[in-house]
């Protein structure tokens, strides 16, 4: 008999497992409506005074919403990944795919592709959302970095979405991996954040957000800031991966 | 078809001081028969369950499933069917949902889904949230992810565990059917009089090793000692036939004119009687539970271990 539990199948078996816990798939929703929401609430009002003061990147300043989109994006991850330590049901989970690598790497799969399908949909949501309102200090599709920042920001909540996941699966809650990044990247990134320069670069968030940046800052450029990310992000799911491979269940 | 088999299998937890969960245990479950796994809480039937299925890593020794560990099977679910904890399953998702995701992975039909739902009753609450079922419904959704793959060998971890009284005959009859189909049938658990309903064979571990692998009625007879029931219309020949016989005679529990006489069998009694021509109004071998079989067997492993303990003085360390 050939083998039934194929890559294929696996990857709809993890797509199922997402659709259907509202918190997982309500979290990836959340991205989106996030994205559009944030963007609402503060360029009417803030856009143009904040972006004449001439302190920001023009196209920084545009992702503003990023901030709270990525928490949903972190949170996507996180619950995607502790939905499997709930009640003990990897056990369930791992007598329909015993391969441990093979269930690991097709949610990571899923849950990424998803992060990044919905992120980039967020990109151009923010991008086109924060223009409307800018009037002459809005950034055309055209110019330099545009469209870089809108593709960079579905990639970058992609990689922060798979390294909350990959965390989540090593240290077995959710509320562990959410109680830790959510205050950093809140508060301790937020109050660092203006120091371009230092440990701060190569912080996940701080690097990989170069890439939402026209003229990125500092030392990192735009492409090798969403590199370390990467860099953090595989570090994260490797661990995960051994946690997962190595524990009882 | 397919057996389960185990070898030497230990399971040690804990780093510095390790318990054994599991010591050294070989036993096989064959098809076609329901073999009852026994054993009271702690003895190691659920981590045997978790190393047949791979979710935990033995100390040392091999389970195995047609001769093949479990993490090598090509088609999991079409190969065994698991209920191990019912409880282990997300609150969040309905029924259907759950089942939907498992049979997907092994490239199972939805069909299936909604056969195993109708099988164990569940159709009406399919579309629920499982955090709104009774322990009972849960069961039943483990059960039915058990069958889902229609699979030669069953491995269920106390599946009767909150069924109601309608449950536990539909379980009884599930089982019996489903061996009687040929398959590998193992199921665990702590009720012995419910056991001795279903199972043929048995497989008793305490303390993490075998204590015996036998067909139940065998099991029955080498752990209880033949006695016989028997209601006379004349007390006093009676009494003084089976005294000059050598056996002992007391009055049975309910009383009631009943006697029970201790190490004969029916045969034996139904024989001097019409001999000396004693009217017998009831004669009855009195078999023994199988929870009396059990308890008695595990009062001998427990003589056995302080037996054992007693006469070999551990150096420190072994401790």
Redesign the interface.
Known sequence: ??????VP??L???W??I?????SFGSLLAVLVAALGIALAVFPSIGQPEAETGDMDPLFWIYYPMNFVQIAAISFGATAAS?EY????L?????????RTLLYGAKAAVVGAGALVVGVVAGFVMFFTANAFLGKYAVGIGEPGALRSCFGAGLYLALITLFSMGLTFLLRSAVAVLSTLIPFILIVSFVIGGVSEGVATWLPDRAGQQILFQEPLGTLGAWTGIGVTALWTAAALLAGWWAVRRR?? | MTSIDVKNLTKEYGGRRPARAVDGLTFRVEPGRVTGFLGPNGAGKSTTM?LV?????PTSGTATIGGRP?????????T?G?L??A????????GR??L???A?????PDRRVDEVLEETGLTSAARRRIRRYSLGMRQRLGIA?ALLGDPGVLMLDEPANGLDPEGIVWIRGLLRRLAAEGRTVLVSSHLMNETATFADHLVVLGRGRLLADVPMREFIDAHSHARVRVRTGDPVRLRATLLAKGWTVGDAADGDGRWVVEGASAEEIGAVTAREGIPVFELADERASLEQAYLALTAEAAEFTATRTASSTPSPQEV
Not at chain 1, 86 to 89: D, F, I, Q, V, W
Not at chain 2, 70 to 78: A, E, K, S
Request: aromatic share 2%; proline share 4%.
């Open positions: 008999m050939s083998a039934a539990v194929t199948a696996v709809r078996s993890e199922i497992k659709r259907s816990i509202r918190s939905s709930l009640n003990g049901a056990r369930n989970s791992l007598a329909a795919v015993p391969n009882d269940a | 978790r299925l791979g979710l935990d890593r479990y993490v090598t099977l090509d088609d999991p679910l079409r065994v698991a191990l904890d409880q282990a399953a997300h609150p969040a998702r309905t949902d759950h939907r995701f498992l997907a992975s092994n490239g199972l992810a």
